[in-house]
């Protein structure tokens, strides 16, 4: 603990109240507490200068203990970041005791729960600090360095630190007591291990439930479900609403599921059952992820959640369920057949071979079908789970439901399973059918929805595709997809990356998806002439997207395979749709990055290994993924063969310009900049003008004209009225009635501002588009080293947002070149050193950035001299915090030497 420092709790005051009175549903802001030695005024002067310079919006700040101040910050994650950087800084610099506590609160939770952990934060933070300045940030905006907010959910953080220590006092009198009697271990014995926190929780509630005492009895030791199953216990469960039972009967499990949840009001029974995954996420931590006594917790879960299977009327689990306990080889304790039997009721088949139930089963897995985009692995498995045992099903005249699209895919998979088991009956030429009176009429109008709404389908590609000609017409499909609509959710005409066109027939709103993945199982089953042309036609409008599409369902999250040997019979099969050789190994580097690093570090060193002019026809198939993929593909190469050259190295300028896209200040925040926080009133949109700058306007006698796209004006401020001094050419000054028109934004000055500033302001001034290239040009002169930074700063350090630059910034395009491979394979130490320092350029965050850099170059630095092999360097976990005793002071030196280089660098 800090010497010069004792927590002194906050207290939730009435003014603390009505600030979050003021939220809306929408509002997510941080809530700040600062605990300082030093005075009052000290504390106000250091937040508002901080918050002013950076244009951080705020609620009043309050007093809520003898030493620590109280308010709300409205502001993205990195601001939030920057400000508590600040305030760090000048308190070490000051020499004085501060701890900083900001935690952002969730629009959907109680931020009266919020102010809670943030207290707790605050706590933690001064107890546990061996210095006088720290801080600590949740944010789960900021999802790569969110804590999350497990450790502020146990049971004895519901209430006030003052109810703990009570509870804790009577716990602990009644917990000796029933120890000496014998009752404290009996639960721990017939569970097998400690009761957990979570499950302490649950067990009350299931206490509280009709039968309650034999069901926790069955939970503890498995024994007694036939008794459970003859009384009908576990059918009664269904009249039960969890919500309003648990609010009367088990007041800490009904606040355990609302704050898992994020819920303020009584939700829906079958709304908490389709969450139930995320409900008991904590309990499946403690049960299933634990390594002691698992076979016992493993039992204990899934009787918990036989009993909750009941309560929800033996509704299906969500997907999620199966995976955790099915698929997960971390958590996985029952079969397929096993989950099965235990938690899926059993299909009874009618007089006509397919009950009701089923027919409801397939129209809702056509429903999931019908929007492509979003199905996946689980509905490969239902399909399967579905149909295997009644044949009757598999005939489409026993389908509910008449989107054809989808039922039209349901077919060519199920006529693909069908050629697999060597099967051919009835249901067999029923399938058939479908798809001979359906496919043709769906492929072209799938395609017709997907036209540009001033063109037409081309009539000489609809004659090719409905031809007998066997052959593949260029020239027909290049027709058809320069009349395609483009995909409007892109920004990949921001870029040069439009290798492979972004077409909004491929986009995850169009119905051609199904259609495509349709033609791709007929193809592998049954194939003829009308799938070969269509996925010929797709293979090379877009291969990736293609590619991607043919084997949606096969890819369990996260891009793996759902079982071993299907990765095998997934690429066996693409290559029976003759798709390019090289679009295929570049499907593969997609695949291979996500999961399967042994068969990734394959595919980098088959790349290496290639002659020049086969990297060249792969580098051609690798510019049709984004530079997520590629970048990081040609970064890896670089890593195993400095010395092949890669298309990665000529790409510095495309990431230069993205840079600057996503930093380049606004006109507004741009002239802000030449002006200081005293002479600087307001600078935003006119919708936001506080009250007190509502006043006539009057005319100086001098208004000067700015040149400019986007129209703005600046006013002097005089108490009175607000004088007009300059204006873009666009906005119009209505003496008779004294108004503004055409004005969007409004810019304040203090009266006693230097007018000479404006006057250059107006003759220098640059529209935003001017500003672009002008930095562009400068931050290619300063890694040129024809000008030195020094001289970059003085002049155009005031064009764009610093405190954004970053290793990922928020609004990066993600068709533009990444920024960390651009750093790790630049072979000039000198320009590496140069990028590097422009990206640490802001005065306070610029240390977070340097660390991130750092970290990634000792670690490339240590695989290349064999000190970590390929696949340690593709750990996701591998960072520095986490290294060895032997290990930290080699980083710490190398950190400084880094540092060092980058300061004393010109």
Known sequence: MSMECVFDPPVFTEAVRLQFQKLDSYDDPCLVFITTNHTAQWCHNTLHNILQAEGISHSDILAVSENTHFFLCYCDPTTIQVFVDEVVAVAVSADITTFLSVFRHNCLSNPKETFRWCTQQLQGLIENSSDNVGAALNDFRDKANWPGIADYQQPEQQTSSVDNAEKKTRDGFFASVAKFLGFGCQDERQLGFEITPTLSIVKIFIESLPSGSALWAYVKTGKGKEQLVRSHALLDLDHVLLLPHACRYAPEFYNYIMSTLRHSTIVEQNEIQQYFYRAISELTEELLESESKKEAKQACFLRILDIFYH?????????????????????????????????????????????????????????????????????????????????????????????????????????????????????????????????????????????????????????????????????????????????????????????????????????????????????????????????????????????????GLQLKRFGSFGEPEQKKQILANLQQVNVDTYDLLTFEVRLAQGYDIQWYEKLVKQYVKMKKSDRERWDKALAKVTPATKDYFYLDVYRLAPKVTTPLIYQRENMIEALISSTLYFDDDFIATYFNQKELLFSDHIEFLPEKFELPVSLHQQVLTIKNDVNFVIFLYDVESLILVAKTDGVTFCSGSNSISWASHYIILDNQVDLDKLTVLAEQFESYQARAKTLQKAVTDYLSGVIIFSEFQRYFGHYSDTKKYDLHIENYSKYSTRILPQILVEPDEQVQLRLIKLLCSHKTRGNRVLKKVAEQLFFDHYLTNGSADFEMRHDPELNVDELTDDWIETWQGFYTTLAEKVSSLR
């Open 311 to 551: 309560l929800f009327d033996q509704q299906s689990w969500s997907d999620d369920f199966y995976e955790l306990l099915v698929e997960d080889q971390d958590t996985a304790c029952l079969s397929a057949e096993a989950y099965q039997a235990r938690f899926i009721q059993e299909i009874e088949i009618s007089t006509d071979g397919v009950s009701e139930k089923l027919k409801q089963q397939i129209l809702e897995l056509l429903d999931k079908l019908e929007d492509y985009h979003f199905a996946s692995y689980r509905q490969w498995c239902e399909i399967t789970k579905l149909f295997k045992s009644n044949r009757q099903a598999v005939n489409p005249e026993n389908w509910l439901g008449t989107e054809p699209s989808s039922r039209l895919l349901l077919a060519c998979i199920l006529l693909y399973q069908d050629k697999l088991s060597a099967i051919n009956d009835e249901s067999t030429q029923a399938l058939r059918q479908l798809i001979n009176e359906s496919l043709i009429k769906q492929v072209l109008k799938k395609i017709e929805e997907d036209i540009a709404h001033d063109c037409k389908l081309p009539e000489s590609f609809v004659a090719w595709l409905t031809s007998e000609k066997q052959g593949i017409d260029t020239e027909c499909i290049d027709r058809l997809a320069k009349n395609l609509a483009p995909d409007t959710g892109l920004d990949a005409h921001k870029t040069e990356h439009t290798a492979q066109p972004h077409t909004q027939l491929f986009s995850s709103i169009s119905d051609f998806q199904a259609v495509l993945a349709s033609c791709y199982w007929l193809e592998l089953s049954e194939p003829n002439i009308i799938t070969r042309k269509v996925i010929a036609m797709a293979l090379k409008i877009a291969p990736q997207a293609s590619l991607s599409c043919f084997i």
